[in-house]
Every structure is written in C-alpha cells, then in structure tokens.
C-alpha cells in the first residue's frame, strides 16, 4: 500500500509538472493580434443585469438556507439582505437607467410554496408584478427556477437525497412555467449545477453523484416541459466556469444536459491559479489534504479578464452553432473598500467587454452579458463580498440606500456604444498563459494589440 501510495504522488507530481512545463514553453506561441481594436457589437447583443431571490429579496420564508445561516453562528445575519421584495420597483428602474435588455431573476421555490401541495397566491402575486415591471421598463426578464434555495419541508423531506425531490421540484417548477411562459422569458434552471452540488455536499446535506443525477433529471425534465409549454422557448443551465479544469469539474453535467441547451449560459469570474491547483492535485493523490491552502477571500482570487475569452472559445467549440450568454460576470471587492491592486470596478468591466468583442469578432456566437450583479447582496455567507454595481450596505445602513459604484456610469456608455470604443486597450495587458487558462491560453493564445 505504501509503495502504491507514493506512485500515485511521484505520478501526480510528474503530470503536474509536465503540464506546467509545456504550458511555459508555449508561452512564446505568438496569438491573435488583431489590426484595429474590436468592433462595436451589434444592436441585437443582449446586455443585462443578474440578480438573485434568495441573496436579494430579504422576508425570506423557510429554506435550507434560512436554516444554514440560523445554525452557523459565524455567518452573517440575513435579515433582509437588499430588500428587493419592498424595492424592486426602484430597483428595476435603476437597470433601466443603464439602458440595459435583459433583468434576470430568481423564483424562490421556498417562497412559492410554503408545504407540500400548497402554493401561496400571494407569493406568485409578488413575482407576476415583478415581472410586469421589468416588461413595463422595456427589458426582457430572465428567470431562474433554482438558485440553490428550496423549501425547509423539502429539507426535512432529505433534500436532494430524497427520491422524490425531482419530482417536488418538478410540480413547483411546471407551475412556474405555465404561469410565466407567456411573458417569453429567457429560462435558466439551475444555477451553476455543481457549485449547488459543493454546497450542499460540503454541508452534509447531499451526495455529489446522486444530486448531479437529480439535477440533470429536473433540467431535462423541465427543459421538455417549456417546449411543450412554448416551442420557441430558449434555456439554458448556466455553467459556472472553472480556467484550466472546466471539463473535469463541469464535464459530466454539462454532458447529461448537451442535448437541452438552446442557448450555453456561461458565468466567469477567475483565472487559474497554478499553486492552488498543484497542491491540490498532489493532496487528493496523497489522500490527504495536508497541502491544502487555506480559503482565500473571494476578493484575493486572480482576476485576468482575458480569461473570457477562453471560456467562450471553449463553449463554441463544446457546442458548435449554439450560441453563448454571459450569464454572470462580476468582481469583488472586501466590503466596499477598494481592491488591494487597485483594480477599480469600472476598470474590470471595460476590460472585460474588451475580451467579448475580440471573442464577437473571432466569429464566436455570444448573444448577450449580465452583469452580477446589480446590487450588493448576501453572498452565501456574508456581507463582505461586494459585486453590486450599486453599493448596499445592509450591515449597517438601516436605509439600505444604493449608492452608484463607478461602473455604472461605464456600463451605461458600454449600453450606449455597443461596447467599449475600437481605439481601447486594456489596463492590463494578458497576463504569462500559465495564470490564464491552461493548456488553451498556452497552446493557443489570443494577445491584446
């Protein structure tokens, strides 16, 4: 056992060690230059903003993660996180300010439903004026049926462990759909699949390969249900990406649901982080997770914005004729404060739009952006994440006042121009490829002008 034991490290850390020799070497690949900057996107680009219930609404009914936050006392409180349910009104206007098409949401399950074969008329009231008002602000709405919330009698009932959790979750989402389809929403029905699965998993309360098979069921099923409902329906499960690793740690979900995708969602956040990544791949060789670094704050986490273009590349290469949305895209910042590299928000955004339409213009189909998000919310957890384009500070203003971070005066002249001018540049040049994407960002890098 033992001799086995150190082969699975010596073969660990050759593997490692070559990948990160090749990558190295293929840095001096020379990439795409292209001879003027990016043109503008077309009329028809769908820009956004996202949003999320759970995160955001505040009066939060009984849930798993109403209980998460209850019996972890190092969390923050959730009291009523932004407030949307009392401000969504002022909310929706503040993102049709920015001009923008698209306001995404979430449809709390919990709040829908508050015991088994009861709904609350008052509840789906709420939504149905939600959603009028973003049509009213001349926006398309956006609905996720599931963003990792679901009722407290599902818990009790064994979550995600349960046999009949897809079929629960199914007579909930089907009323969703029969009640909403009408309005031609862009459908998402589960938020980031295996970011779900960690969550739950690391709390106990599912198992990975099990929930992964329930949730490929419920998108499947669902996905089936709103063709039947409306044929020219477009859905989609957006795909948190994961630089350097996405087809080990999506690969198998993405695959159960290839053929019920009739657009890819794809959300994008962070590059590699080639430390990280060796240290993990040594410690599950090991059996061990004795090398592990401890957790950094999500505000640490590296950020190369050029990093969306090889997540976009991906997808159209994964799913050829299909076309690509942005579904989240964002950075934080520790609790309003500014970042550490004096990275500036408005500065991430440019950069970032920059990489869409050098992607747009590379002939990749990508139809639309969604900013996450558009206010500070509760960020599974805490408060200390900040993503919002408006600042919130529910820890300690009573008001909840927004307050306009730089980016939204960027992101309403991006709206305007169709992205950002052919004469930009980025405020970051592409970082070595090895802190990008690896092997694509090494073995076929894109270069800024």
């Given at each position: 056992m033992r001799f086995r034991h150190h082969r699975r490290l010596l073969v660990a850390?050759?593997?490692?060690?070559?990948?990160?020799?090749?990558?190295?070497?293929?840095?001096?690949?020379?990439?795409?230059?292209?001879?003027a900057g990016p043109p503008a996107?077309?009329?028809?680009?769908?820009?956004?903003?996202?949003?999320?219930?759970?995160?955001?609404?505040?009066?939060?009914?009984?849930?798993?993660?109403?209980?998460?936050?209850?019996?972890?006392?190092?969390?923050?409180?959730?009291?009523?996180?932004?407030?949307?349910?009392?401000?969504?009104?002022?909310?929706?206007?503040?993102?049709?300010?920015?001009?923008?098409k698209v306001f995404r949401i979430g449809i709390e399950w919990a709040r829908l439903q508050p015991a088994p074969g009861v709904w609350d008329p008052a509840a789906f009231a709420f939504y149905d004026a939600v959603l009028a008002e973003i049509v009213r602000a001349g926006m398309r709405p956006m609905v996720t049926l599931d963003h990792w919330v679901y009722p407290g009698w599902a818990?009790?009932?064994?979550?995600?462990?349960?046999?009949?959790?897809?079929?629960?979750?199914?007579?909930?989402?089907r009323k969703v759909v029969d009640r909403y389809a009408s309005l031609?929403?862009?459908?998402?029905?589960?938020?980031?699949?295996?970011?779900?699965?960690?969550h739950e998993t690391s709390r106990g309360a599912?198992?990975?390969?099990?929930?992964?098979?329930?949730?490929?069921?419920?998108?499947n099923a669902i996905y089936d249900h709103i063709h039947r409902v409306r044929p020219t329906a477009q859905v989609t499960s957006n795909i948190g990406y994961v630089a350097g690793a996405d087809v080990q740690i999506n690969g198998a979900l993405v695959d159960r649901i290839a053929g019920r995708l009739d657009y890819v969602g794809v959300d994008y956040y962070f590059a590699y982080d080639p430390v990280r990544s060796l240290l993990d791949t040594v410690s599950k060789a090991a059996g061990s997770s004795m090398l592990s670094l401890p957790g950094q704050p999500i505000w640490e986490l590296p950020l190369r914005t050029e990093g969306i273009y090889y997540a976009l590349k991906y997808y159209a290469q994964r799913f050829p004729g299909k076309p690509l949305y942005v579904v989240e895209n964002g950075m934080a910042t520790d609790n309003g404060l500014p970042r550490a590299?004096?990275?500036t928000r408005s500065d991430h955004l440019r950069d970032t739009v920059y990489w869409i339409q050098r992607a747009r213009a590379d002939g990749i189909d990508v139809i639309g952006y969604n900013y996450w998000s558009l206010t500070d919310n509760y960020e599974w957890g805490s408060y200390s994440p900040r993503f919002g384009l408006y600042s919130v500070d529910v820890r300690s203003d009573p008001t909840l006042t927004r307050?306009?971070?730089?980016?939204v005066g960027a992101y309403s002249q991006i709206v305007a121009a169709g992205g950002v001018p052919a004469g930009y540049r980025p405020t970051r040049p592409p970082a070595l490829c090895l802190l990008v994407d690896p092997p694509a960002s090494c073995l076929t890098p894109v270069a800024a002008p």
């Open positions: 850390l050759g593997s490692v060690v070559t990948t990160l020799f090749l990558c190295a070497t293929s840095a001096a690949v020379p990439g795409t230059r292209p001879a996107l077309d009329p028809a680009f769908l820009w956004g903003v996202s949003t999320s219930g759970f995160q955001t609404e505040g009066r939060t009914p009984d849930s798993n993660w109403s209980r998460y936050v209850a019996t972890n006392p190092g969390y923050d409180r959730l009291q009523d996180s932004a407030d949307f349910v009392g401000r969504y009104s002022s909310d929706i206007r503040l993102a049709a300010g920015l001009g923008v818990v009790d009932r064994g979550g995600w462990r349960a046999p009949g959790m897809v079929d629960d979750w199914l007579a909930n989402m031609d929403p862009l459908w998402v029905t589960v938020n980031e699949p295996v970011a779900y699965i960690a599912a198992d990975a390969p099990v929930m992964l098979d329930r949730l490929a069921q419920a998108h590299d004096g990275y307050w306009p971070t730089d980016a």
